[in-house]
C-alpha cells in the first residue's frame, strides 16, 4: 500500500539540479533562493543554472507550466528569494576568501574553475573593481569564482560590498523579470519554454567566448 509520502518522496529524489524547471518544480521559491546563494558564495555551486533558473521562474509566475511539471511560482516573493539569494552567498563567497585566502581555489581540481579563476583574474585587472564585480555578475562560473577571488585579493570590503548588491539585483531582478514580462505578453509561452532556456543558456554564455577569443587573439598578437 503506497504511503502519502511516497509520491513527494520519489518526486525529490529524482530532481535535476542541473534543469531549471525539475528545480522549480521540487523546491518552488525556496530552491531559487538556495541555488542563487550556492551559485554566487560557495565554489561547488559553479555548475548550476542561475540564468535559466531566473527567467524560468518569472515566466512560471504568469502561469505558464514547465513540459510535465506543475510548477507556479508568485511574483513577490520570487524577486525576494532571487535577490537575497544572489547578494548574501555573494558576500558569502567573499568573506570565505577574504578568511581562507586562495587556499579555496588552489584545492580545487576542477579545470573548469581553474579557467574561471583565470578570467575573474583577468576582469579585476581590465575593468576595476567595481565594473567587474558588476558584469561578473553575467559570466557563468566567473560569478562564482571571483567573490572568494575578491576577498582573497584584499578588495576592501565596502568597496565590493557596495558593488556585488549593486550588480546582483540588477541580475537576479533583471532576469527574473524579463522571463515575467515574456510569459506575460505571449499567450501559452510555457509551450516555448525549453527553446526559450536554450537561448538563455546561449546567451549567457556569449560573454564566455568573448573572453576566451579575445584571450586567444592576444596570444597570437605576443
Request: charged share 10%; aromatic share 6%.
Amino acid at each position: 500500500m503506497t504511503t502519502p509520502l511516497a509520491v513527494p518522496l520519489s518526486s525529490q529524489l529524482a530532481v535535476n539540479v542541473l534543469d531549471a524547471s525539475s528545480l522549480l518544480t521540487a523546491f518552488g521559491v525556496l530552491g531559487v533562493g538556495v541555488v542563487m546563494f550556492a551559485e554566487t558564495g560557495l565554489l561547488i555551486g559553479f555548475f548550476l543554472p542561475g540564468d535559466s533558473l531566473l527567467f524560468t521562474a518569472g515566466l512560471l509566475c504568469t502561469g505558464g507550466r514547465g513540459p510535465g511539471h506543475g510548477a507556479h511560482l508568485t511574483l513577490g516573493p520570487l524577486l525576494v528569494a532571487a535577490a537575497v539569494g544572489a547578494v548574501a552567498g555573494a558576500q558569502c563567497g567573499y568573506l570565505l576568501g577574504r578568511r581562507a585566502g586562495g587556499a579555496l581555489l588552489a584545492r580545487s581540481r576542477s579545470a573548469r574553475l581553474a579557467e574561471g579563476a583565470k578570467r575573474a583574474e583577468e576582469f579585476l585587472a581590465r575593468y576595476g573593481h567595481a565594473k567587474a564585480i558588476v558584469l561578473a555578475r553575467f559570466v557563468p562560473v566567473v560569478r562564482t569564482v571571483l567573490n572568494p577571488l575578491a576577498g582573497a585579493l584584499g578588495v576592501p570590503v565596502r568597496t565590493f560590498t557596495l558593488w556585488q548588491v549593486a550588480g546582483g539585483l540588477v541580475w537576479s531582478l533583471g532576469l527574473t523579470l524579463a522571463g515575467y514580462a515574456l510569459g506575460s505578453s505571449i499567450p501559452n509561452v510555457d509551450r516555448y519554454l525549453l527553446p526559450l532556456v536554450g537561448v538563455i543558456v546561449v546567451v549567457s554564455l556569449v560573454p564566455v567566448a568573448l573572453e576566451v577569443l579575445r584571450s586567444r587573439r592576444a596570444a597570437d598578437a605576443n
